[in-house]
C-alpha cells in the first residue's frame, strides 16, 4: 500500500487539495497521512484543523511553527521551526511520497526536510508566477526539490520544464481548487446571509487583500486607499476575510477589523469561511476587491468580475474577468469597481472559460499519484530543452 502524506498549512491550499486528500483517503489502495501545520493550528486564523478533523479526514501529524509575530525575523526563524516540525513528522511516519501545493514559506521548509530523508515530492501550482510577493523565490526552490510536477496549465509546464525537470515527470492537470466547484453542493444567497448574519437584499463584495511581501513598506498605505474607496459604494456588502500569516498581515487584520466595526451592517469580517461557503460567497457575489489568487483561479468559474490591486499577482494567466488596477489608488480602484459592477462588464463574462481548467484535475492527479514508479525518481537529470530542438 503506497502512503501518501500530503501537508497542508492554510484554509487556502486546503481547499484546493481537498478533493485529492478525499481520493486518497477514499482508496483502499492508498494510505492518506495528513500532516497538518501552520494556521491551521493557530487560534488567532481560525485553528482551521478542527473543519479538517470535522471533513472525517484523520490528521497524522502536527507541525507547530507559526510564531505569533509577522515580521521578518519572525517568518523565518518559523521556517526552521517547520524543518525541524516536518523532519520528525517524516521520521515518524516514513511516506512513500509528499503531496505539496503552492508556494508559501511553510511549504518551502516541508520540501527541504523531504531532501535529507530521500522521499520523493509532488508538487501543484509549480511553474506560475507572483512576482510581487517573496513566494515567487519559494515557488520555483520547491520546484527544484520536487521529483513530480502537476502545473495548472501549459504554460506553466513549459516554464517547468525549462527548469531542467524531465518532460515525463510534467503533467498538465488543470487547478485542483475549481474540482470542488462542481463536486459541492454550494449554498443559495439567501441561506448563505442567514448562516452568516449578512443581509440577502444588498449586493456583496469579496475583499481579500494579502501582503505584497516585496513591498510590505506599503502594506497599510495600500490598505487604506483600497477601504477609502469601498467608502464610494454603500450599496454593496463588503465580506473580508483574513489575510495569510505574511509579513505585515496583522496590520491588515487590524485594519480591516476596525473598517467592519465602524461601517456596522456594511461590512463583515470572516476569519475563515470554510471552503463551501467561501465558494458559496463567490457564486453569489457581485464583484470581489484585493490581491488573492482565489480572483485569478477560481473567479471566472463564477463570471465574477475581479479589481486586482497592485503587483501581487503580476505574472499569472488572467481571464478577462479581472480588471488591473497596478498603482492601487483609491480613484483608479474606484474606477475599476465602478466598471466591474456594470451590468455591460458583467454580460461579457457570460460563457467564460476559465484557463485553470474545467474542475477534474484531482482525478488526474491521483491517477499519477497512484501509479507513477518511484524506484529511481530521486536522481534529477537536468533536462536541457536544447536538446529537443536538436
Given at each position: 500500500?503506497?502512503?501518501?502524506?500530503?501537508?497542508?498549512?492554510?484554509?487556502?491550499?486546503?481547499?484546493?487539495?481537498?478533493?485529492?486528500?478525499?481520493?486518497?483517503?477514499?482508496?483502499?489502495?492508498?494510505?492518506?497521512?495528513?500532516?497538518?501545520?501552520s494556521m491551521h493550528l493557530s487560534p488567532e486564523f481560525g485553528m482551521t484543523v478542527k473543519a479538517i478533523e470535522k471533513d472525517g479526514f484523520?490528521?497524522?501529524?502536527?507541525?507547530?511553527?507559526?510564531?505569533?509575530?509577522?515580521?521578518?525575523?519572525?517568518?523565518?526563524?518559523?521556517?526552521?521551526?517547520?524543518?525541524?516540525?516536518?523532519?520528525?513528522?517524516?521520521?515518524?511516519?516514513?511516506?512513500?511520497?509528499?503531496?505539496?501545493?503552492?508556494?508559501?514559506?511553510?511549504?518551502?521548509?516541508?520540501?527541504?526536510?523531504?531532501?535529507?530523508?530521500?522521499?520523493?515530492?509532488?508538487?501543484?501550482?509549480?511553474?506560475?508566477?507572483?512576482?510581487?510577493?517573496?513566494?515567487?523565490?519559494?515557488?520555483?526552490?520547491?520546484?527544484?526539490?520536487?521529483?513530480?510536477?502537476?502545473?495548472?496549465?501549459?504554460?506553466?509546464?513549459?516554464?517547468?520544464?525549462?527548469?531542467?525537470?524531465?518532460?515525463?515527470?510534467?503533467?498538465?492537470?488543470?487547478?485542483?481548487?475549481?474540482?470542488?466547484?462542481?463536486?459541492?453542493?454550494?449554498?443559495?444567497?439567501?441561506?448563505?446571509?442567514?448562516?452568516?448574519?449578512?443581509?440577502?437584499?444588498?449586493?456583496?463584495?469579496?475583499?481579500?487583500?494579502?501582503?505584497?511581501?516585496?513591498?510590505?513598506?506599503?502594506?497599510?498605505?495600500?490598505?487604506?486607499?483600497?477601504?477609502?474607496?469601498?467608502?464610494?459604494?454603500?450599496?454593496?456588502?463588503?465580506?473580508?476575510?483574513?489575510?495569510?500569516?505574511?509579513?505585515?498581515?496583522?496590520?491588515i487584520i487590524a485594519h480591516i477589523k476596525a473598517y467592519a466595526a465602524e461601517k456596522g451592517k456594511q461590512a463583515s469580517v470572516f476569519i475563515?469561511?470554510?471552503?463551501?461557503?467561501?465558494?458559496?460567497?463567490?457564486?453569489?457575489?457581485?464583484?470581489?476587491?484585493?490581491?488573492?489568487?482565489?480572483?485569478?483561479?477560481?473567479?471566472?468559474?463564477?463570471?465574477?468580475?475581479?479589481?486586482?490591486?497592485?503587483?501581487?499577482?503580476?505574472?499569472?494567466?488572467?481571464?478577462?474577468?479581472?480588471i488591473d488596477v497596478p498603482e492601487g489608488g483609491r480613484a483608479a480602484i474606484i474606477v475599476a469597481i465602478r466598471k466591474a459592477l456594470s451590468?455591460?462588464?458583467?454580460?461579457?463574462?457570460?460563457?467564460?472559460?476559465?484557463?485553470?481548467?474545467?474542475?477534474?484535475?484531482?482525478?488526474?492527479?491521483?491517477?499519477?499519484?497512484?501509479?507513477?514508479?518511484?524506484?529511481?525518481?530521486?536522481?534529477?537529470?537536468?533536462?536541457?530543452?536544447?536538446?529537443?530542438?536538436?
Open positions: 500500500m503506497r502512503k501518501i502524506a500530503v501537508i497542508t498549512g492554510t484554509r487556502a491550499d486546503y481547499g484546493h487539495l481537498y478533493q485529492i486528500i478525499k481520493g486518497i483517503h477514499d482508496d483502499p489502495e492508498l494510505e492518506l497521512q495528513l500532516i497538518v501545520s484523520p490528521v497524522a501529524e502536527r507541525v507547530e511553527m507559526l510564531l505569533s509575530s509577522d515580521t521578518d525575523e519572525g517568518v523565518s526563524i518559523s521556517m526552521g521551526l517547520g524543518a525541524i516540525g516536518f523532519a520528525k513528522a517524516y521520521s515518524r511516519l516514513r511516506p512513500d511520497i509528499i503531496v505539496i501545493l503552492g508556494d508559501r514559506f511553510e511549504i518551502h521548509a516541508a520540501a527541504s526536510a523531504a531532501a535529507p530523508f530521500r522521499i520523493p515530492v509532488a508538487h501543484i501550482h509549480g511553474g506560475e508566477s507572483t512576482e510581487g510577493v517573496i513566494d515567487e523565490l519559494f515557488r520555483h526552490s520547491i520546484t527544484k526539490l520536487s521529483h513530480l510536477h502537476f502545473a495548472a496549465t501549459q504554460v506553466y509546464a513549459d516554464r517547468i520544464r525549462q527548469m531542467g525537470e524531465k518532460p515525463e515527470n510534467i503533467f498538465v492537470t488543470g487547478a485542483p481548487g475549481l474540482d470542488s466547484i462542481i463536486n459541492l453542493t454550494l449554498l443559495s444567497k439567501d441561506a448563505l446571509a442567514g448562516e452568516l448574519g449578512i443581509p440577502s437584499d444588498m449586493n456583496w463584495g469579496v475583499v481579500t487583500f494579502h501582503p505584497a511581501t516585496l513591498e510590505t513598506e506599503n502594506t497599510e498605505s495600500s490598505l487604506k486607499e483600497i477601504l477609502r474607496a469601498l467608502d464610494s459604494f454603500p450599496q454593496v456588502h463588503w465580506v473580508f476575510t483574513f489575510p495569510n500569516a505574511d509579513t505585515s498581515g496583522r496590520t475563515s469561511l470554510g471552503q463551501p461557503r467561501y465558494l458559496s460567497v463567490l457564486k453569489a457575489a457581485a464583484v470581489m476587491v484585493g490581491n488573492s489568487s482565489s480572483g485569478i483561479i477560481e473567479a471566472p468559474s463564477f463570471e465574477l468580475p475581479v479589481v486586482n490591486i497592485g503587483s501581487r499577482q503580476e505574472g499569472r494567466i488572467r481571464a478577462k474577468n479581472v451590468r455591460e462588464f458583467r454580460d461579457t463574462l457570460k460563457g467564460l472559460e476559465n484557463p485553470y481548467g474545467d474542475g477534474t484535475a484531482s482525478s488526474r492527479i491521483l491517477q499519477v499519484l497512484k501509479s507513477a514508479p518511484l524506484s529511481g525518481i530521486m536522481k534529477k537529470h537536468f533536462h536541457d530543452i536544447k536538446q529537443d530542438n536538436i
